[in-house]
């Protein structure tokens, strides 16, 4: 029998407003540095989150349990949420822009300003409960998790002059998961469990890191990050 995670989440609605508002000002500063690539990259995580939270996890698995709101429209806030910060974040990271410091202490210092805001003025607005049970496709995150990394490290053992930097990859997926865990965690968000952050951590946007490195490595040899054309200079404006 398998063990079951269970991810909850517990918030105010003016947690959903403070982090409309911190996206819409990320998305500017991605604009104003023209971080296109990013930007979009972004957009598709929040997509893809989206089919999957909704489409699979709620209509078609039912492990997805919301409470206090209307299912889609929150989903779809929620996907967008943490799929545009995280596919961006990631993004970021890969382009080793020489920024990667202040884009994390950007969107992490934004996530915790949103938690913690939310709890000191929230009280009076109506709370919002989400939960998901994991045990029905966790063991397929961890099959793509595997397929991705032994991909990359039979290419590493088959050609070793040309080493793809996997515990770089490896590192950016645990980064941006456990620190989003750790956020929701010391915000009084996420339902303390030391399981729940250790798996979430090594297996949810880790699983996708080697794919979307290669589609980042793939787009990078045709476009720069605001979409000109790769080897063409461009002056990109400061990041703030």
């Known amino acids: 029998m398998g063990t079951e995670v269970i991810a909850a989440r517990s918030m105010n609605t003016l ?43 709620y209509l078609a698995l039912k492990t997805r349990v919301v409470t206090g709101a209307d299912t889609a429209l929150f989903l779809l806030w929620l996907s ?3 799929g545009f910060t995280n596919f961006t974040w990631i993004w970021l990271w890969l382009d080793r822009d020489g920024h990667a410091l202040e884009w994390s202490l950007f969107i992490m210092s934004g996530w915790l300003c949103v938690g913690l805001l939310s709890q000191s ?27 991705g990394y032994a991909t ?18 490896l590192a950016i997926g645990i980064l941006v998961q456990g620190s989003w865990e750790f956020v929701l ?10 399981q729940t952050f250790i798996v979430n951590t090594l297996l949810e946007t880790n699983m996708g890191l080697p794919y979307l490195w290669a589609i980042h490595r793939a787009i990078g040899r045709h476009r720069n990050e605001d979409l000109s054309r790769a080897g063409t200079t461009v002056v990109q404006a400061a990041v703030p």
Not at 152 to 169: E, M, S, T, Y
Not at 185 to 194: D, P, Q
Request: without cysteine; aromatic residues 16%; charged residues 10%.
């Open 15 to 57: 947690y959903i407003w403070l982090d409309i508002a911190f996206l819409a000002i990320f998305l500017i500063v991605l604009i104003w540095t023209r971080r296109y690539q990013a930007l979009l990259a972004g957009l598709a995580g929040g997509i893809i989150y989206f089919l999957v939270d909704y489409g699979i996890f």
């Open 152 to 169: 990359l490290v039979i290419h590493n053992i088959r050609k070793p002059d040309q080493r793809i930097a996997i515990g770089w990859i």
């Open 121 to 147: 003025f929230g009280a009076g607005f109506p709370l919002i409960s989400i939960s998901r049970g994991t045990s029905g496709y966790h063991g397929v995150m961890a099959l793509l998790l595997f397929i």
């Open 185 to 194: 965690a010391i915000t009084g968000i996420r339902n303390l469990s030391l």
């Open 80 to 82: 967008m949420s943490y």
